[in-house]
């Protein structure tokens, strides 16, 4: 697959420069712009390389600890489900766990419940 770095590169200026920082909670679920990345590393898609985020942890108010989420069907025990994320089943990647600036939010989606943002915080502390 042939990847644009120089276009992604051209949005992540863009970013760069903005000045407002969107105010976010953990449990939150965030259009976030991720980019093109290396090899195996999780892509965002479409225009602007947006994907959905969960915001695991705040880190300051201009990073935080995210996990990518997936509407791919692919079970695996590093992709536990988060239920329905708009309108499709979603999994949560807790391989590509990374931290992000507050920059890159483009826009909240909504909440996980409680419950299950419990379970993926337990699931990535046993990775770690």
Partial sequence: MQKDFDQWNEIKKGLHDRDR?????EREIW?????INI?????GSGE?????V?????????TCLVVPLTTSS???????SVGVVGDKEARALLSQLRVVDTK????????????TFEFIRKAV???L
Avoid: N
């Fill in 125 to 127: 502390k046993t990775m």
């Fill in 104 to 115: 890159r939010l483009i826009s909240k989606v909504g909440y996980l419940k409680q419950v």
């Fill in 74 to 80: 692919r079970k695996h025990s590093l992709r536990p």
């Fill in 54 to 62: 969960l915001i695991l942890k705040g880190l300051s108010a201009k």
């Fill in 21 to 25: 920082v969107p105010f976010y909670h």
């Fill in 39 to 43: 090899g195996s590393e999780q892509d």
């Fill in 48 to 52: 602007e390389s947006r994907r959905p």
């Fill in 31 to 35: 259009w976030c712009a991720l980019g």
